[in-house]
């Protein structure tokens, strides 16, 4: 879960503030800075010390606010929520259903394609590391998933108004299957590498726009 440019995430993450020796800090921008940190190392190989010098606060202030490390990992997830705006945005354009879909699987690829950072998705990342291992993160990624499928069933309605989208189709089970086609895409963008990485990306969507 979506998504954009590597360096867009950079630039959006790189201005966070990280000194936050205060009482009067905000809870969201110590999650946000955490939400880099988890990012960059996945969960389980972050540490408290790691979460204490990337938001710059004292481990106290932590645990006065989160209550825990996988109490400020569930804010840090709630904020990539945030994420997905740009996807749903995309997805509301006017114009042809089918041409959204395929602009936002093809940023999916981009994004997979010119990832220097090697962070990827935080949802995907997660959803692999804790998925149906941890009910309360479990719950999470399922918003974050519920989110962009209430976009995709509006897009499919649309589609099918617009007679490009067969009407006995379920707006519902095509939306469903280009969410778990964006996740493939992100699993196989870490997956693969070389010379073909970018024809075995674009061949999946290839297939799934066919398949609407």
């Known amino acids: 879960m979506a998504e954009r440019t590597s360096d867009d995430v950079n630039a959006t993450l790189s201005h966070l503030p990280i000194t936050m020796h205060t009482p009067h800090f905000h809870p969201d ?6 939400m880099r940190i988890f990012w960059q190392k ?7 010390q790691d979460l204490v010098e990337g938001t710059g606060l004292s481990r106290s202030s932590l645990y ?16 990539y929520h945030g ?19 395929r602009a936002l699987l093809q940023q999916i ?34 918003e974050h998933f519920t989110i962009l499928e ?11 108004q617009q007679g490009e989208i067969a009407s006995e ?13 964006i996740q493939g ?16 990306l674009n061949d999946v969507i290839d297939i799934a726009l066919a398949s609407l």
Not at 29 to 34: F, I, N, V
Not at 42 to 48: K, N, Q, V
Not at 64 to 79: D, I
Not at 113 to 134: K, P
């Open 29 to 34: 921008d110590a999650a946000d800075a955490a």
């Open 42 to 48: 996945g969960y389980a190989a972050t540490s408290i």
């Open 64 to 79: 006065n606010t989160f209550e825990s490390k996988h109490g400020l990992f569930q804010h840090a997830l709630r904020r």
């Open 83 to 101: 994420q997905t705006a740009a996807n749903v945005a995309l997805l509301a354009e006017d114009g042809s259903a089918v041409a959204r879909v």
């Open 109 to 142: 690829v981009t994004d997979e394609l010119t990832d220097t950072s090697c962070y990827g998705c935080l949802v995907a990342n997660t959803a692999l590391e804790l998925g149906g291992r941890d009910s309360i993160v479990t719950s999470l990624l399922g």
């Open 150 to 160: 209430t976009a995709l069933i509006a897009l499919m309605q649309r589609g099918q």
């Open 169 to 181: 189709k379920s707006p519902i089970a095509l939306a469903r299957f280009i969410v778990a086609t």
């Open 185 to 200: 895409l992100r699993v196989l963008g870490r997956g693969y590498s070389g010379a073909e990485q970018p024809q075995r």
